[in-house]
């Protein structure tokens, strides 16, 4: 059942390649659009379309954030995200320009649900990504895209992680296409591009006997910081999620800039800090945060792109991953991250599959 593996958790993180290709390419159209009569709203009232709101838990939330990222940039539509249980009492101002995107693997959490139907209720579109067909929240929106990752059995989300993103960057150009921000020929290309990704997520999968080698010595410490900056910012926070959830140990995210305004208070050499560098126009703002890590005697473990070495002389342990487009970054540089929490469970000698206290669907507020 396993295909050798030990949990369903490392299956599944090696099934990524396969969830992001499957789901963007079911959502292709020959060269066009995603498949409409899926998203059951059709392309003039996406036009009208002024603001997004995205909402989630936990790990779909995360996804959202990188979603913002993506339609921002393409469609250059403004766009909220929040946790489904926090949006749903902030009493938005929704009309019927709004499009919400409620995002859940499971199909089921309730407090996605809820907020989702709370929005229709205030005049908003809506728009489910699920990775489970017939789902409540599949039934409940206007429209729906599927992720197709395939089942996920391990509570804490790997391969599903990657495939919302991929659904949601979809959306984000075709939504660009309607808008005008994007020309059919880029449109095209940008797809193109995200298919493109699978490849390189399996190359990147299967770096992580390297990686094994390079952070070793610091499984066994238990305080932990994730940084990183612009959308992988969120890629921080799916990081430390991941770490809590499988090895029960402190892990804080932040914006690597806010370190200083207060977190940083917080680092000695007990601390490791890892770092997501991006090949981005914050890359050198990224640097000058990390020598305030060094400085403060915090362990640093980078997460770089090949050929990026200019982090090297800083950090005590450099994660290589394959360069790629900045846009696309977030579904390679969150694998490493994935990796070392399964590590740091195991080293612990605990169940990756079903860590404590925690339910793969949450059906209760
Ligand atoms: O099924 P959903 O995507 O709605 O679940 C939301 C969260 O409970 C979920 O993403 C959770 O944070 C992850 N399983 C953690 O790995």
Redesign the pocket.
């Known amino acids: 059942v396993l295909d050798g593996f030990a949990s369903y958790y490392e299956m599944e993180l090696h099934q990524s390649a396969e969830a992001l290709y499957d789901t963007v390419s079911a959502l292709m159209d020959g060269n066009r659009a995603p498949v409409i009569d899926q998203l059951r709203i059709d392309a003039y009232e996406l036009a009208r379309v002024r603001k997004v709101v995205i909402i989630?838990?936990?790990?779909?939330?995360h996804a959202g954030l990188v979603g913002r990222y993506l339609v921002e940039h393409l469609a250059r539509v403004p766009v909220e995200v929040d946790v489904a249980s926090e949006y749903r009492y902030r009493d938005p101002i929704l009309d019927a320009d709004t499009l919400v995107i409620g995002?859940?693997?499971?199909?089921?959490?309730l407090e996605?649900i809820t907020a989702l139907r709370d929005c229709q209720v205030n005049g908003a579109r809506t728009i489910a990504i699920t990775n489970v067909i017939g789902s409540q929240l599949s039934r409940v929106a206007d429209g729906v895209l599927y992720t197709r990752a395939g089942p996920e059995i391990s509570?804490?989300?790997t391969k599903?992680h990657l495939a919302q993103i991929g659904a949601l960057a979809m959306f984000a150009i075709y939504l660009g296409e309607i808008k005008g921000t994007l020309y059919p020929d880029e449109a095209k290309r940008r797809r193109q591009e995200l298919a493109e990704m699978a490849p390189l997520i399996r190359t990147t999968v299967e770096r992580e006997g390297i990686w094994r080698g390079v952070v070793e010595q610091y499984l066994l410490l238990d305080r932990f910081f994730f940084i990183g900056r612009n959308l992988l910012y969120p890629v921080a926070m799916e990081g430390a999620?991941?770490m809590k959830?499988l090895s029960y140990i402190a892990a804080e995210a932040y914006p690597a800039g806010e370190l200083k305004h207060g977190p940083i208070a917080m680092l000695d050499e007990q601390a490791v800090v890892v770092a997501l560098l991006g090949d981005d126009r914050l890359h050198d703002k990224m640097l000058s945060n990390l020598e305030e890590v060094r400085a403060r005697g915090a362990k640093l473990i980078v997460v770089a792109p090949d050929g990026d070495q200019s982090a090297d002389d800083l950090a005590d342990a450099v994660l290589r991953v394959p360069p790629c487009l900045a846009l696309h970054a977030p579904l390679l540089m969150v694998l490493p991250l994935q990796v070392l929490a399964g590590w740091m469970a195991k080293v612990r000698g605990l169940d990756l599959d079903k860590p404590r206290n925690?339910a793969?669907?949450?059906t209760v507020e």
């Open positions: 989630g838990c936990g790990t779909s939330y995002i859940s693997q499971s199909g089921e959490s996605t509570v804490a989300s599903t999620l991941k959830e925690l793969k669907t949450v």
